[in-house]
């Protein structure tokens, strides 16, 4: 791997924890508005994120959250979301690509 492949895949990596970081806080801040769709998107300037709602609990959200960069790599994660406190209870890494 060459040095200027390794500084690229660094950056996208970058990209896609960033990607995440805000579509997390995004996507508590819609639901905790009681704005939640069972799926929706949001648009950065690096890519998009998308969440689908899989399940609703009392006191759980079961979320696929995938985000996208503009060079398409790509990174799904599910979330199990507590409704009251609205944190993240539980993180899987289902892909990154």
Same mark, same amino acid.
């Given at each position: $791997?060459? *040095?200027? &492949?390794? !500084?690229? #895949?660094?950056?996208?990596?970058?990209?896609?924890?960033?990607?995440?970081?805000?579509?997390?806080?995004?996507?508590?801040?819609?639901?905790? $508005?009681? *704005?939640? &769709?069972? !799926?929706? #998107?949001?648009?950065?300037?690096?890519?998009?994120?998308?969440?689908?709602?899989?399940?609703?609990?009392?006191?759980?959200?079961?979320?696929?959250?995938?985000?996208?960069?503009? !060079?398409?790599?790509?990174?799904?994660?599910?979330?199990?979301?507590?409704?009251?406190?609205?944190?993240?209870?539980?993180?899987?890494?289902?892909?990154?690509?």
């Amino acid at each position: $791997m060459t *040095e200027k &492949n390794f !500084s690229f #895949e660094q950056e996208e990596i970058f990209i896609i924890e960033s990607l995440m970081q805000m579509a997390i806080v995004d996507l508590v801040h819609e639901i905790g $508005m009681m *704005e939640q &769709n069972y !799926s929706s #998107e949001f648009h950065y300037d690096n890519g998009t994120a998308t969440y689908w709602i899989l399940e609703e609990s009392h006191d759980t959200f079961n979320i696929q959250l995938k985000v996208r960069t503009t !060079s398409d790599r790509q990174r799904v994660v599910r979330v199990l979301l507590d409704k009251e406190q609205m944190r993240v209870k539980e993180w899987i890494e289902l892909t990154m690509g």
